[in-house]
């Protein structure tokens, strides 16, 4: 299905070919190559077909595990440890010899490489659209089952995080710790220990993720905080957990918001509006949508209850300050968009939902589900209970 999106976006390119020159880190390079190769890599697409160029090191794997049609090494270059120039005259070799004397390369590709076919009379035009990602936006039935996979993976992690908050004794006079601090063992309980548990988890099931979200209090107002220190009582914790599966590469995402203890008023009152946003959100989703009308609908909620947002108030600082959501793939953060201007929604899409409300004097409050656009509405992938208080 994924060679027929390519072949309907390509047509539309007037050059032979399309080049990357990336290593599996690019999620355009993984998609096109089906290849995880550590160290950068050509692939080139012309006329319906991927080929792929590398180092004899990553031949052997590259022939059995790459998604081309045909993989070739740097010795059939009669390259393999020369310089950069080298370098650059086999790749111009490779690609005429597939029969193409110009190329389409992506907005964030190399410029050098880019330079390089040039001055080897090569035409090299830029993708200013980015056209692998708009591709990579609608997923496959297969795409769709890796992240549920890793969504089930984010969920158990969550488990964890939560059982460790609900766990917690609070600190009180007399207590080595300060007054309201978590406790958990009779130590105090950090964001680095819940971020480790998480971590912990995550590669039991197979996942993993650089960085984590356990952001308390004043921290929890800024979204991209990862939050840091002791956790206290009667405060929102924002947990947000987006991991990788290492066999497939697909991330989930899910974002929950708790607090031991009793909660201020205002963060109450905060959270059930969260709750209310995130519902109006989701039945905003559905083919034909765009991601405007989700982002407007969330925003409509907070907006009526007299909270600023971007949308009322693009200076503000306090209030909704980001968008709704965003697509997830091979990216934690790609196509589409949720948010004003956000384009239409197609099944296939898979995007977070995501509302919150942030404030320093109050910290902040998030919930996000991750969904998939379906014929006639949506199907949340995240089965994970919205509950504020814990313990």
Same mark, same amino acid.
Request: a negative charge; glycine letters at 10%.
């Given at each position: ?160 995080? @939560?059982?460790?908050? %609900?766990?917690?004794?609070? $600190? #009180?006079?007399?207590? /080595?710790?300060?007054? !309201?601090? *978590? ?27 650089? @960085?984590?979200?356990? %952001?308390?209090?004043?921290? $929890? #107002?800024?979204?991209? /905080?990862?939050?840091? !220190?002791? *956790? ?160």
């Amino acid at each position: 299905m994924y060679r027929t999106r390519l072949e309907d976006h390509f047509d539309d390119i007037e050059t032979d070919g399309y080049l990357l020159d990336a290593s599996q880190d690019d999620a355009n390079q993984l998609y096109l190559s089906g290849f995880t190769g550590p160290d950068p890599f050509v692939s080139l697409y012309a006329d319906g077909a991927v080929h792929v160029l590398v180092s004899g090191l990553e031949y052997g794997r590259a022939r059995t595990e790459a998604a081309a049609d045909t993989v070739e090494r740097h010795a059939d270059y009669d390259y393999e440890y020369g310089g950069r120039e080298d370098r650059y005259d086999m790749y111009a070799r490779f690609v005429r010899e597939k029969g193409v004397e110009s190329v389409t390369v992506p907005p964030r590709g190399p410029v050098g490489t880019a330079d390089a076919l040039r001055d080897r009379g090569i035409d090299v035009s830029v993708d200013g659209d980015d056209t692998l990602r708009t591709v990579r936006a609608v997923k496959t039935d297969e795409e769709i089952d890796a992240i549920r996979t890793a969504q089930r993976a984010n969920q158990a992690a969550m488990r964890r995080a @939560e059982s460790l908050l %609900a766990e917690a004794d609070v $600190a #009180a006079a007399g207590d /080595d710790a300060e007054t !309201g601090q *978590l406790l958990h063992d009779g130590d105090p309980l950090t964001s680095e220990r819940v971020a480790t548990a998480i971590e912990v988890t995550l590669l039991e099931h197979g996942c993993a993720l650089d @960085e984590t979200i356990v %952001a308390g209090g004043e921290q $929890a #107002a800024d979204p991209h /905080d990862r939050g840091s !220190g002791p *956790l206290r009582a009667n405060e929102p914790i924002i947990v947000d957990i987006f991991p990788r599966s290492k066999a497939t590469r697909y991330n989930g995402d899910m974002t929950r918001t708790f607090c031991v203890g009793d909660p201020d008023p205002v963060a109450r009152e905060w959270y059930d509006l969260t709750e209310r946003a995130l519902s109006a959100a989701l039945d905003a989703v559905e083919p034909g949508a765009t991601g405007a009308d989700v982002h407007a609908a969330a925003c409509e909620v907070y907006e009526e209850a007299g909270e600023p947002t971007f949308r009322t108030d693009p200076e503000t600082e306090t209030g909704f300050i980001h968008s709704t959501g965003h697509g997830i793939g091979l990216d934690v953060h790609e196509l589409p968009r949720l948010a004003s201007g956000g384009g239409e929604l197609e099944p296939g899409h898979v995007v977070t939902v995501e509302p919150g409300l942030y404030d320093p004097a109050v910290g902040g409050v998030r919930i996000e589900d991750l969904v998939v656009v379906t014929e006639d509405g949506y199907e949340n992938l995240t089965e994970y209970p919205v509950e504020f208080v814990v313990g």
